[in-house]
């Protein structure tokens, strides 16, 4: 999805910058009320953020994919088995609760897709050296170029939440929009398995505010100067216009950005073809790993 989303808040104190906190371990599968999921496997971690309405049930067949590594997912704040956002809880707040989290549980990877973009590129801003990669698929950013078409799409929504109240009919309205499940509606098996996910999600974000506390202010894309280590850009070569501005423009801007491109898919490239673009994603971390093994210590810097 695009970055610019209807959305309420619900807790938490807006935290300042700097490092990322120190995060107190809690139950297993729960990161402060945001339900975790742990994949098999060995290695350096790596977090993975899903896109609006979607949570971390996408992501586990396409772990086999990556083998070598430790996989962990979050459910974002209104999405999967996680809780609203809280009273006052904004998108710095998350981003510094993720990222301790992360650290904490020994990841140095992050991989986002559409909306989990706008998260992963906060977090970024925000600790610019915690992690050894980033992987940004169908990106976005808080007040980046925005597709009038979706926007219709997204207030459509709203409107049919609203008046009817039917998880049902929005599921259903929101997955005709062709800009952003087009390539997916073309393979039966992908559009079968994203539309379970998608078809559990409760639509309460639309009864308020809901995400726009993650969405404002509008990012600061060019501070991206700052993150010393590869970043990767994907997207499909039928990506929606506006995702592909938010691309050339995350991937210009920060000094290990390389924008890759992948052929016959849409705006769900990872979900589309995960084994063409986990190919990519694959040799990137290895990129990363390498980049880690020369690393100076110097950090990024800004003009």
Same mark, same amino acid.
Request: hydrophobic letters at 40%; a neutral charge; proline letters at 9%.
């Given at each position: 999805?695009?970055?610019?989303?209807?959305?309420a808040?619900?807790?938490?104190?807006r935290?300042?910058?700097?490092?990322?906190?120190?995060?107190?371990?809690?139950?297993?599968g729960?990161?402060?009320?945001?339900?975790?999921?742990?994949?098999?496997?060995?290695?350096?971690?790596?977090l &993975?953020?899903?896109?609006?309405?979607?949570?971390?049930? $996408? &992501?586990?067949?396409l772990?086999?994919h990556?083998?070598?590594?430790?996989?962990l997912?979050?459910d974002?704040p209104?999405?999967g088995?996680?809780r609203?956002?809280?009273?006052?809880e904004?998108?710095?707040?998350l981003?510094?609760?993720?990222?301790?989290?992360?650290l904490?549980?020994?990841?140095r990877?992050?991989?986002?897709?559409?909306?989990?973009?706008?998260v992963?590129?906060?977090m970024a801003?925000?600790h610019?050296?915690?992690?050894d990669? &980033?992987t940004?698929?169908?990106?976005?950013y808080?007040?980046?170029?925005?597709?009038?078409? /979706?926007?219709?799409?997204?207030?459509?929504?709203?409107?049919?939440?609203?008046?009817?109240?039917?998880?049902?009919?929005?599921?259903?309205?929101?997955?005709s929009?062709r800009? $952003?499940?087009?390539?997916?509606?073309?393979?039966?098996?992908?559009?079968?398995a994203?539309?379970?996910?998608?078809?559990?999600?409760?639509?309460?974000?639309?009864?308020?505010?809901?995400?726009?506390?993650?969405?404002?202010?509008?990012?600061?894309?060019?501070?991206?100067?700052?993150?010393? /280590?590869?970043?990767?850009?994907?997207?499909?070569?039928?990506? $929606?216009?506006?995702?592909?501005?938010?691309a050339?423009?995350?991937?210009?801007?920060a000094?290990g950005? /390389?924008?890759?491109?992948?052929?016959?898919?849409?705006?769900?490239?990872?979900?589309?073809?995960?084994?063409?673009?986990?190919? %990519? %994603?694959?040799?990137?971390?290895?990129?990363?790993?390498?980049h880690?093994?020369q690393?100076?210590?110097?950090?990024?810097?800004?003009p």
């Amino acid at each position: 999805m695009t970055g610019e989303r209807p959305g309420a808040s619900e807790g938490g104190e807006r935290r300042a910058g700097g490092p990322a906190p120190e995060a107190v371990p809690g139950p297993s599968g729960d990161w402060d009320g945001l339900a975790v999921t742990g994949g098999r496997g060995d290695g350096p971690g790596v977090l &993975w953020l899903h896109g609006y309405t979607m949570s971390s049930e $996408i &992501w586990p067949p396409l772990w086999e994919h990556l083998p070598g590594y430790r996989h962990l997912a979050v459910d974002l704040p209104w999405h999967g088995r996680s809780r609203p956002l809280r009273a006052r809880e904004d998108r710095a707040a998350l981003a510094d609760l993720l990222a301790g989290h992360a650290l904490r549980a020994g990841v140095r990877h992050v991989v986002a897709l559409s909306f989990g973009t706008v998260v992963a590129l906060e977090m970024a801003l925000r600790h610019p050296d915690a992690f050894d990669s &980033w992987t940004l698929a169908a990106p976005s950013y808080a007040g980046g170029p925005q597709e009038p078409a /979706v926007e219709r799409h997204y207030l459509d929504l709203t409107l049919l939440h609203r008046r009817t109240g039917s998880p049902e009919l929005t599921t259903a309205l929101w997955m005709s929009c062709r800009p $952003i499940f087009g390539g997916v509606a073309v393979r039966p098996a992908a559009r079968s398995a994203l539309a379970a996910v998608i078809g559990g999600h409760a639509w309460d974000e639309l009864d308020g505010t809901g995400m726009r506390p993650l969405l404002e202010p509008r990012q600061p894309v060019t501070r991206l100067c700052a993150v010393p /280590v590869p970043l990767l850009v994907l997207v499909g070569d039928g990506e $929606i216009p506006a995702h592909h501005a938010c691309a050339r423009t995350i991937a210009a801007a920060a000094p290990g950005g /390389v924008l890759r491109v992948l052929p016959g898919t849409g705006h769900l490239a990872l979900l589309e073809e995960p084994r063409a673009a986990l190919e %990519v %994603v694959a040799a990137h971390l290895d990129r990363a790993s390498s980049h880690r093994s020369q690393d100076t210590g110097q950090a990024g810097r800004c003009p």
